[in-house]
């Protein structure tokens, strides 16, 4: 975890004397917020459809709960990004990637964040990007360069509270996306020759979403076809 200020505490010392810092966290707050309102109005529905409900309705409605639950959770609450001074962990909705910084080979933000590691590429969905906030960040730069002021965009950015700014990024007044990829891709260049960031990355499936989300689905229909 962070701080209140978003820089990662210290922790205990590593075995070669050096300080270890807990996991910098990225996440979509707005898929956070969405997510909780959709289990919610979800959540309140179903009580109303087993509580009230008559015939197959109250079994329809439970059967539904991991079809609706487990999507929603998987692609609103559990995306995240995990970083520390060994490796990257990068949760998706359905993949859990786990790449050494020794494996990094960079990270890119186009018109989605994408994670290059061990000759493949890995979609990051806790980092969504913004082109509207990306087409601000170049009017305030193109704007400050035709000032001839240095600070220019940096006030253009406190004028405008919506662009986020990331605590230990290169420049503030980028994108919040891709002040993430430049931190993240520092953290690369600085720990990819740590003894303890090496090893290739890896990608396991995410069950505990896919199988209650089938086995729903199966249970569904069962109910439906009755």
């Known amino acids: 975890m962070t701080d209140s200020d978003g820089t990662p505490h210290q922790g205990s010392a590593a075995p070669e004397g050096e300080p270890v810092y807990a996991d910098r966290v990225y996440r979509s707050v707005p898929g956070i917020i969405s997510g909780v309102m959709l289990l919610a109005i979800a959540g309140w529905l179903i009580i109303d459809a087993v509580l009230t409900g008559t015939g197959k309705t109250p079994w329809v409605a439970l059967a539904a709960v991991p079809v609706f639950a487990a999507p929603v959770v998987a692609y609103t609450l559990r995306p995240a990004v995990l970083a520390d001074d060994r490796r990257l962990l990068v949760r998706n909705p359905l993949r859990t990637v786990h790449a050494p910084w ?125």
């Open 102 to 226: 020794a494996s990094v080979e960079g990270l890119r933000a186009g018109y989605s964040v994408e994670l290059f590691a061990s000759g493949k590429k890995y979609q990051v969905w806790a980092v969504p990007v913004s082109l509207r906030q990306r087409k601000r960040a170049n009017r305030l730069a193109a704007r400050s360069a035709a000032s001839g002021d240095p600070h220019a965009s940096r006030l253009g950015s406190l004028v405008r509270p919506s662009m986020p700014v990331l605590p230990g990024a290169p420049d503030p007044n980028r994108a919040y996306s891709d002040q993430v990829v430049a931190v993240l891709q520092e953290l690369a260049e600085r720990n990819g020759g740590r003894p303890d960031a090496a090893g290739e990355a890896t990608a396991t499936w995410c069950w505990w979403v896919i199988a209650p989300t089938l086995a729903g689905l199966v249970a569904l229909i069962a109910v439906i076809a009755a």
